[in-house]
């Protein structure tokens, strides 16, 4: 059975630093084919792809954030890591990670973690 | 990027309807098309991978189609639990993105 679960601060102030970690099991990203992505969804709003990060650390951002955003992956610890920063209230969102089967296979986001909210307010 | 444009918005069905969404890509795409239902509060559902194939415990009445630019999720016989919002994903190249949802309520 595969589980994600993200964690890291609900509450940042503007100009801030995000870090969320994402810990997962059922699978391992030192499997060939292999990812992990996150996606974030404003209230109310549609879901936003954010980054995502391939068993062979190759990593793909979002052009319109890509210079607010790190991801990274410790296969030991099964966890991929989003950092983001420069937070402002308009990245007040649930985000979300979740599992790639395989990038040679469709490369489609399987299992989601339930979410984490993050509000950004001073 | 694909831009991906999710039809319509919103609709109102009646338990037993039969609903259609359809999503069209900006450029062609191949089948590199998923689908997934999101409820309130909850993480979203992947319903269909691969522009037709159903994922493994997903009920039959839902189906999908389409290839290069055209797509659509089909729910043949609305049930209650049905009532959600629905996400289409390509995920042919990256940046991975998102249609804009379909809010299915009540009528």
């Known amino acids: 059975q595969i589980t994600l679960k993200e964690s890291g601060p609900t509450l940042v102030k503007p100009t801030q630093t995000l870090t969320l970690t994402c810990s997962f099991s059922?699978?391992?990203?030192?499997?060939?084919?292999?990812?992990v992505g996150w996606i974030r969804q404003p209230p109310g709003k549609a879901l936003e792809w954010l980054a995502l990060?391939?068993?062979?650390?190759?990593?793909h951002y979002s052009p319109s954030l890509k210079s607010r955003l790190t991801i990274t992956k410790d296969t030991s610890k099964d966890q991929v890591v989003l950092t983001m920063t420069n937070m402002d209230p308009v990245d007040t969102a649930t985000y979300y990670c979740a599992h790639i089967p395989t990038r040679f296979n469709w490369n489609y986001l399987n299992d989601w973690g339930q979410g984490i909210l993050v509000t950004v307010s001073s | 990027d694909i831009q991906m444009t999710q039809s319509p918005s919103s609709l109102s069905a009646s338990v037993g309807d039969r609903v259609t969404i359809t999503c069209r890509a900006s450029q062609r795409m191949s089948s590199f098309l998923n689908w997934y239902q999101q409820k309130p509060g909850k993480a979203p559902r992947l319903l269909i991978y691969?522009?037709?194939i159903l994922q493994s415990g997903v009920p039959s009445r839902f189906s999908g189609s389409g290839s290069g630019t055209d797509f659509t999720l089909t729910i043949s016989s609305l049930q209650p639990e049905d009532f959600a919002t629905y996400y289409c994903?390509?995920?042919?190249?990256?940046?991975?993105?998102f249609g804009g949802g379909t809010r299915v309520e009540i009528k």
């Open positions: 990060i391939y068993w062979d650390d190759d990593k």
């Open positions: 059922g699978f391992s990203l030192s499997t060939s084919g292999v990812g």
């Open positions: 691969a522009a037709s």
């Open positions: 994903l390509q995920s042919f190249r990256t940046p991975l993105t």
